[in-house]
């Protein structure tokens, strides 16, 4: 397994098995329903300096994730209950709790949290509002080569 050059092929990357113990006093396992794939995560597979660490070889991607409690042993998670984290690609998590944040699936549907309500939202949300400081009557344009921010 190698970096990437160019676009990435199946052969940059490699899929793993793993036994999951049941969660342990304080930890909380999570099956994942979505997993988000954003243009940074592109960036971070090469080995250039940049504002977020490169992915280290032979570790696993991580980037975020919703999923659903399967069973806890963390105070304020229960099983049912879903979460938004960065434990990333995966099909299950087993994590002691850090990073993980639980969502209202009864608000709006889960992977929202992914998108509009998560990373790609917040940053569209603080270029506009924040640094643009946009204001009523301001004509404004987003180029579909913003990236996932533009998807808003």
Do not use: K
Request: aromatic share 8%.
């Amino acid at each position: 397994m190698e970096r990437p050059r160019g676009e990435p092929s199946a052969a940059d990357f490699e899929l793993a098995e793993v036994e999951l113990p049941e969660p342990g006093d304080g930890e909380v396992l999570v099956r994942n329903a979505w997993l988000s794939v954003d243009p940074y995560m592109r960036a971070r597979m090469n080995a250039v300096r940049s504002y977020a660490p490169s992915y280290e070889l032979h570790q696993p991607m991580y980037g975020g994730a919703v999923g659903q409690v399967e069973a806890s042993r963390l105070d304020g998670f229960e099983p049912g209950n879903w979460v938004v984290h960065a434990h990333g690609w995966r099909e299950r998590t087993l994590c002691d709790g850090r990073g993980l944040r639980r969502v209202d699936a009864q608000l709006v549907p889960p992977q929202t949290y992914l998108g509009v309500l998560g990373l790609p939202g917040f940053t569209a949300y603080v270029g506009i509002d924040d640094i643009g400081r946009v204001r009523e009557g301001d004509v404004v344009y987003i180029s579909a080569a913003a990236g996932a921010a533009a998807e808003m």
